[in-house]
């Protein structure tokens, strides 16, 4: 607005006085009076009758076409793309992390409130653990490529040695509805994240083979399913081995010792010292007829980094304090009949304390299993020495958690089962693994046996 205030409308225009309208007029009448009613109807008598035709016929289009907006259905959306494996894949967990679950297909879960572990320690990142790595890249193209994991079965495992490395060499059969070619390119992929190390060739008439470091650790088989032209023949039965399944850092939740132990077969328990549930567990193992061992903590080479948790055993200790550590582990675990190690990495590598602890046991009349957390471990050598009976662990379940995951670490383990009489297999008190011995339970074919420890035969 201008600051000018001077008035530049015609003469005739300019206000008057007040109440007089403009130009010397008669005041207006007031909205809302009777003249100004009478003057707004008179107004709208002068309208033509065509102004009020096409006004009335806009207003008709319009709420016509707000309608039809309303009803019209939504577009369809467009074909979701393959997914890629580098952006759509889920996350490994790190190793021994206690990571939630890769986000695969869903399974059943029961006891998914359980609480989350305590004091775990991450494995060794030896040649074992990259080929877990490699059979979750497998699992992953599977599911990748619209197939189920059954369509891939482990015809061979061997165990092999390289250096002080243990890890099991594998044959594998994939029956696919077309060539392998698709599934081979999304395979490198899902290599190239989850085992960079891995080299992928092809060997030939449909075979590939993954090696690490130029060490051969897979061997894939690719085929393609014949239709049979009538009953398919039965499979004779093959001969398995025997198969203990250990499941440790129990004592937490005694919900889940109670479905564990309604399993139809027999799961040794390793039961930790100072959780809230660890008499009421050994009881239970009592009463159902569960093996129970005492999961002993043990100073583990990330230690203070990493806590082992109450009643751990130390290498700076002595003799007697471990003996006193020992025995009052054992008094929260009435009823166990052997011993195996929770961490550990750097105690069971310690030759003079491992010594102490086996002699002890040995005056117990008890056992001991090497859960293997370290390759230097002396844990068998000196065992063996005493005459203590030793067993050591073949496979871990569930260091990926998911169903999948730990059902081929059951196959696993059950070949080396069958190819060397007997296994040990352990895993932890996770939904996902106990979900997956569910469904091995209801598993047609099944050729191992699975027993208690103590039924095996010790490594002496």
């Given at each position: ?126 040649l074992e653990r ?12 599977l599911l990748f ?295 091995w339970a209801r ?18």
């Amino acid at each position: 607005m201008s600051d000018d205030t001077s008035d530049t409308r015609p003469e005739g225009a300019r206000p008057g006085a007040p109440g007089e309208a403009p130009g010397g007029a008669a005041p207006a009448a007031a909205p809302g009076a009777p003249g100004s009613r009478s003057a707004a109807r008179a107004a709208l008598r002068r309208v033509p009758a065509w102004a009020w035709a096409a006004g009335g016929l806009a207003v008709a289009v319009l709420v016509g076409m707000l309608a039809a907006a309303a009803l019209r259905p939504a577009p369809p959306a467009d074909p979701a793309p393959l997914p890629d494996p580098q952006a759509a894949a889920p996350a490994l967990p790190a190793p021994g992390a206690g990571a939630e679950a890769p986000a695969l297909p869903p399974a059943a879960q029961p006891g998914a409130d359980a609480p989350a572990l305590p004091y775990e320690e991450p494995q060794d990142p030896g040649l074992e653990r990259t080929i877990r790595q490699i059979d979750f890249a497998l699992l992953e193209t599977l599911l990748f490529t619209g197939y189920d994991p059954h369509a891939m079965t482990i015809r061979e495992t061997r165990l092999e040695t390289r250096g002080e490395d243990r890890y099991h060499f594998q044959v594998v059969d994939i029956e696919l509805e077309n060539g392998p070619e698709r599934f081979v390119d999304i395979l490198a992929r899902s290599l190239a994240k989850w085992a960079p190390e891995a080299a992928l060739a092809s060997g030939g008439q449909g075979s590939y083979t993954v090696a690490v470091a130029g060490v051969p650790t897979h061997v894939l088989e690719f085929a393609t399913p014949a239709p049979a032209p009538g009953p398919a023949e039965p499979r004779p039965a093959r001969r398995g081995g025997l198969l203990a399944i250990v499941i440790d850092d129990m004592g937490q939740d005694l919900r889940y010792a109670r479905e564990l132990a309604a399993l139809p077969f027999p799961v040794t328990f390793s039961v930790l010292p100072g959780t809230p549930h660890n008499r009421e567990v050994a009881a239970l193992a009592a009463r159902s007829g569960r093996e129970l061992l005492l999961h002993l903590p043990m100073e583990p080479k990330g230690w203070p980094g990493i806590n082992p948790g109450p009643g751990a055993l130390f290498t700076f200790m002595v003799p007697d304090e471990m003996r006193r550590v020992l025995a009052a582990d054992l008094a929260e675990i009435p009823g166990a009949v052997g011993v195996n190690n929770h961490m550990g990495s750097r105690f069971t590598s310690d030759a003079d304390g491992m010594a102490v602890v086996l002699d002890e046991l040995r005056a117990r009349g008890l056992f001991f299993l090497d859960s293997l957390t370290a390759q230097g471990s002396t844990a068998v050598r000196l065992a063996r020495e005493m005459g203590l009976p030793v067993y050591r662990r073949s496979v871990f379940l569930d260091n990926v958690r998911d169903v999948g995951a730990i059902t081929r670490q059951m196959e696993k383990a059950a070949r080396s089962a069958a190819a060397t009489g007997q296994a040990v297999a352990i895993g932890h008190p996770y939904p996902e693994t106990l979900e997956a011995l569910k469904q091995w339970a209801r598993r047609e074919g099944r050729t191992e046996t699975i027993v208690h420890l103590k039924e095996l035969k010790p490594l002496n």
